[in-house]
C-alpha cells in the first residue's frame, strides 16, 4: 500500500461522498476505524450487495469527522474535473494516452505469464507436459522394414523424374469445387489491456483545498457517532435493526457488533416504550442498545471534542 498524505480528498457527487482511491481507504479503514460501502458495480450487470467494488460511499457523519480532524477536505468533483480537462494541453493528454498504453501491455504481458504458470502447474499435477508442436511427418525410409506396407510400392525422390505425368480429361455433371481457402494459423500475439484508472491524478494535479465548500449535512445522532469513533469503535448503518449504527469493538470482518446506537438530542422527548424495545430488540440479537446525546451547554475545547456526552447502555435482562 502506497503510504497516504493527510489531508485527501473526498469526492463530492450529487450530494454523496466517495472515496476512488484504494490506497486511501484502506488508509481509512486502518487508522480512522472507517468502513463505508462500497458501490461501484458494472452498468450492464448490475448487483445488489455483492461483488460491489470501489468507490467507497462515506456517511455524512464519516466524511464530517474527516473534515473537522483536518484528515480529508471535500472537493467538488464534477467542477474539478470540468476545470482540470478544460486546462490541460494535448501534450499532455498524449503523455498519458502513451502511459495508459504501456500499461495495457505490461498487464496483458503478465496475464499471460500467469496463463502459462498456471497450465504448467495443472500439467505437472497430472504428470505431463506442455505441448510444444505437433509431431512432424514420418520419413518413409526411417520405419524399419517390417512395418512397412507391402502392397505400397517403395517412391523414391529420384523416380519421380522418370514418371511422365498423363493427362486424363473428365467430364463431370456436377460443377467443380471451389477452391479451398487458404487459412493462416493465428499469431501469437499480445492484445494489450485497456486500463481504466481509478482516480483522475495524474493526469490531473491534486485538487486544491476550497474552504468555501460547507461541511457535509448531518444527523442528529452525528454526536453519537462523534463519541463511540473517538472511542476506536468501528460504525455501520443500523437500518436493519432499527437504530442509527451497528457499533463494532473493532473491525467487522473480525468481530459482531456489540451496541446497537440511536442517538438523541439532549432536551428530546422519548417514549419509554422505545427504549424497552431497543432492549428487548438488542439482546435478542445479543447486542446491547446504546442512546447518547450531547450538552450543548458544556463548552468545547475544539470541534472534535466530546466532552458533553452521555451516553447509555440498555439491556433487556427478565420481564
Known sequence: MAPVTEPFPISRIASRYLLFDVDIISHVRRNHNMCGLLVGTIPNLSQQNVFLGIPLEL???????????????IVDDAQAHRQGFMEMSREDRLKFLQYMDQQGH????????????????????????????????????????????VTMPQFRPNSLASV????????????????????????????PHFITPTTSHPPLPKPAI????????????????????????????GLRFGCNYSIYPG??????????????GWDEEFDLLDVI?????????KKAYLIGGEDPQVPKESVTSTEGMRVFSIEWVAM
Request: net charge negative; no cysteine; aromatic share 8%.
Open 277 to 285: 424495545g431497543g432492549g428487548r430488540l438488542a439482546n435478542r440479537n
Open 210 to 237: 476550497d474552504h468555501s465548500i460547507p461541511l457535509p449535512v448531518v444527523p442528529k445522532s452525528y454526536s453519537l457517532y462523534r463519541y463511540v469513533q473517538s472511542k476506536g469503535y468501528f460504525t455501520m448503518p
Open 251 to 264: 473491525d467487522p470482518l473480525r468481530f459482531h457488533s456489540h451496541f446497537l446506537g440511536t442517538g438523541l
Open 164 to 191: 511422365k505425368p498423363v493427362e486424363v480429361k473428365e467430364e463431370s455433371l456436377f460443377d467443380s469445387e471451389p477452391a479451398a481457402t487458404a487459412v493462416s494459423a493465428p499469431e501469437n500475439k499480445i492484445v
Open 106 to 149: 505490461e498487464k496483458a504481458m503478465e496475464s499471460k505469464r500467469m496463463t502459462e504458470q498456471r497450465t504448467a502447474k495443472a500439467l505437472s499435477a497430472k504428470g505431463l507436459k506442455p505441448k510444444e508442436e505437433e509431431n512432424p511427418p514420418v520419413d518413409p525410409e526411417l520405419v524399419p522394414e517390417p512395418y512397412r506396407d
Open 59 to 73: 456517511m455524512p457523519e464519516e466524511a464530517r469527522v474527516l473534515v473537522e480532524q483536518g484528515a480529508a477536505y
